[in-house]
């Protein structure tokens, strides 16, 4: 018996010991935005690193300083940088993952009490089971069943565990930054498994992500809000020409009305157009999903093309403006849109910036209006993209075949990861996603779960990952 072979029997031999190490990690309410719950979050990242120790591993705790949460100055949670092995000889693969998780009450709707790991036959339900608790704890089992069956481990594993990405990521870059020529020196290739299969059944590598870009649109009139009754139809109101302007921005077929928007947008290739065949996705499914069909297009992989690689504009709120229940016949005198703009190769943010600004500015000039118009950019993160023939990919697929019987889907995704950006810029490295859990795992929703496969299965493909880098030429 091989040692990959011999890996994946024992990992099969203590499921129920894996199921049990994420209870533990589930029943720590390590919710980063709760001031409430920050020790908790240090908690978690302590337990995380007392058993990297534990198991052989080298660790620095690093505290990236300090924060305030709503008028509270707090401690930032650590974050736990590792090492387990440091032979020359071998590859050394650095792995992401973060140990804190989205609020959860039960009166949010949830089934269960969201920080007991509930088990059903085919389900683990509990926040953080799928994000990202149980990838984060897959890498830490793989070494230990590794250790457990006497297999040597075949690369050096460097990793980093945070405890802010659900609250940004504060304090992270500059730290990658810091320790890009220290820490993290020597390594060779990344992998994050932080996201997510696009369907429920069949396995996949992820090797784009779509930047976004944040505005504030602020228009301001009197120096108070107003009674209509006295004067609607006297003034200009901010909210009439707010409203004017956010409609202005995107249309019905979710096409972005902003000129030169999509001039710096990548052509689809005749390469790229052969991936989206035989994905596992449908707008059956979506509709479902979604409790109504309210779907764009017509085609799946046009649906797919504006998830993943096309530009896109969503509108988000107003603030300023009354909502409470009930009615208001108020004028409001100052109000603020917000929208985002998600990004694709090759836009640049600045340009971006500069395209919607003006266009508003034009659009705004003629309303005519006597109210004064401001665009503030509060976020601009870059957009990722790697090619699935680069050798970790390879190594990624190969895992993949090993452990499913089946070639991964080759996917990008609508949303950001913005660290991914940060580790390939910094230490110049290709990055690799790949996930554990599946598309209705429900990750930041009510009863989220990962199913039993998922993990067990996960656990094995991130092994065999290791294994699968170990052997392929990376210089390729």
């Given at each position: 018996?091989?040692?990959?072979?011999?890996y994946f029997?024992?990992?099969?031999?203590?499921?129920?010991?894996?199921i049990?190490t994420?209870?533990?990690?589930?029943?720590?309410?390590?919710?980063?935005?709760?001031?409430?719950?920050?020790?908790?979050?240090?908690?978690?990242?302590?337990?995380?690193?007392?058993?990297?120790?534990?198991?052989?591993?080298?660790?620095k705790?690093?505290e990236?300083?300090?924060?305030?949460?709503?008028g509270?100055?707090?401690d930032?949670?650590?974050?736990?940088?590792?090492?387990?092995?440091?032979?020359?000889?071998?590859?050394?693969v650095?792995?992401?993952?973060?140990?804190?998780?989205?609020?959860?009450?039960?009166?949010?709707?949830?089934?269960?009490?969201?920080?007991?790991l509930v088990?059903?036959?085919?389900?683990?339900?509990?926040?953080?089971?799928?994000?990202?608790?149980?990838?984060?704890?897959g890498?830490?089992?793989?070494?230990?069943?590794?250790?457990?069956?006497?297999?040597?481990?075949?690369?050096?594993?460097?990793?980093?565990?945070?405890?802010?990405?659900?609250s940004?990521?504060?304090?992270?870059?500059?730290?990658?930054?810091?320790?890009?020529?220290?820490?993290?020196?020597?390594?060779?290739?990344?992998?994050?498994?932080?996201?997510?299969?696009?369907?429920?059944?069949?396995?996949?590598?992820?090797?784009?992500?779509?930047?976004?870009?944040?505005?504030?649109?602020?228009?301001?009139?009197?120096?108070?809000?107003?009674?209509?009754?006295?004067?609607?139809?006297?003034?200009?109101?901010?909210?009439?020409?707010?409203?004017?302007?956010?409609?202005?921005?995107?249309?019905?077929?979710?096409?972005?009305?902003?000129?030169?928007?999509?001039?710096?947008?990548?052509?689809?290739?005749?390469?790229?157009?052969?991936?989206?065949?035989?994905?596992?996705?449908s707008?059956?499914?979506?509709?479902?999903?979604?409790?109504?069909?309210?779907?764009?297009?017509?085609?799946?992989?046009?649906?797919?093309?504006?998830?993943?690689?096309?530009p896109?504009?969503?509108?988000?709120?107003?603030?300023?403006?009354?909502?409470?229940?009930?009615?208001?016949?108020?004028?409001?005198?100052?109000?603020?849109?917000?929208?985002?703009?998600?990004?694709?190769?090759?836009?640049?943010?600045?340009?971006?910036?500069?395209?919607?600004?003006?266009?508003?500015?034009?659009?705004?000039?003629?309303?005519?209006?006597?109210?004064?118009?401001?665009?503030?950019?509060?976020?601009?993160?870059?957009?990722?993209?790697?090619?699935?023939?680069?050798p970790?990919?390879?190594?990624?697929?190969?895992?993949t075949?090993?452990?499913?019987?089946?070639?991964?889907?080759?996917?990008?995704e609508?949303?950001?990861?913005?660290?991914?950006?940060?580790?390939?810029?910094?230490?110049?490295?290709?990055?690799?996603?790949?996930?554990?859990?599946?598309?209705d795992?429900?990750?930041?929703?009510i009863?989220?779960?990962?199913?039993?496969?998922?993990?067990?299965?996960?656990?094995?493909?991130?092994?065999?990952?290791?294994?699968?880098?170990?052997?392929?030429?990376?210089?390729?």
């Open positions: 018996m091989g040692s990959v072979e011999k029997e024992l990992v099969d031999q203590n499921q129920q010991q894996f049990e994420l209870r533990e990690a589930v029943a720590i309410p390590s919710v980063s935005s709760d001031a409430s719950r920050r020790g908790d979050v240090v908690r978690m990242g302590e337990w995380l690193q007392a058993r990297w120790e534990a198991a052989g591993a080298v660790c705790r690093v990236p300083g300090k924060q305030d949460l709503h509270v100055e707090l930032l949670p650590p974050v736990i940088l590792g090492q387990y092995g440091n032979d020359p000889a071998k590859k050394t650095l792995v992401y993952g973060h140990y804190d998780v989205q609020p959860a009450l039960l009166e949010d709707g949830w089934d269960t009490d969201p920080f007991t088990e059903t036959d085919d389900r683990l339900i509990g926040r953080g089971s799928t994000d990202d608790k149980g990838p984060v704890l890498w830490l089992l793989c070494v230990e069943t590794h250790k457990q069956a006497g297999i040597e481990m075949p690369v050096n594993l460097k990793f980093c565990w945070e405890g802010m990405e659900e940004g990521s504060e304090g992270l870059d500059a730290i990658i930054e810091a320790e890009a020529d220290k820490w993290f020196k020597g390594t060779d290739v990344v992998c994050i498994s932080d996201n997510y299969w696009l369907g429920t059944k069949k396995p996949c590598l992820t090797h784009g992500l779509r930047g976004v870009s944040y505005f504030h649109l602020q228009v301001e009139g009197p120096g108070a809000d107003l009674h209509s009754g006295v004067f609607g139809g006297t003034v200009h109101e901010p909210m009439v020409d707010l409203v004017h302007l956010l409609a202005k921005l995107v249309d019905n077929s979710g096409r972005i009305q902003v000129p030169g928007i999509y001039d710096q947008v990548m052509p689809v290739s005749d390469a790229e157009e052969r991936t989206y065949e035989g994905l596992e996705f707008h059956n499914a979506l509709a479902s999903d979604l409790k109504r069909d309210i779907i764009i297009h017509a085609e799946e992989r046009d649906t797919l093309k504006h998830r993943w690689r096309f896109t504009l969503s509108i988000h709120g107003v603030e300023g403006a009354f909502y409470a229940p009930g009615d208001k016949t108020v004028i409001p005198a100052r109000v603020r849109g917000k929208f985002s703009l998600r990004t694709v190769p090759n836009m640049e943010p600045e340009k971006v910036a500069q395209l919607v600004k003006r266009y508003l500015q034009d659009e705004f000039a003629k309303l005519g209006s006597k109210n004064k118009m401001t665009v503030i950019e509060t976020h601009a993160g870059r957009w990722w993209y790697s090619s699935p023939n680069h970790n990919f390879v190594a990624g697929s190969r895992a075949e090993k452990v499913y019987g089946v070639k991964p889907d080759l996917t990008r609508g949303g950001s990861i913005p660290v991914t950006l940060t580790f390939e810029e910094n230490l110049g490295v290709n990055v690799l996603l790949l996930p554990m859990g599946a598309a795992d429900g990750a930041h929703s009863n989220e779960k990962i199913d039993k496969r998922n993990y067990i299965q996960g656990i094995k493909l991130l092994g065999a990952y290791l294994h699968e880098v170990a052997a392929t030429d990376m210089t390729a």
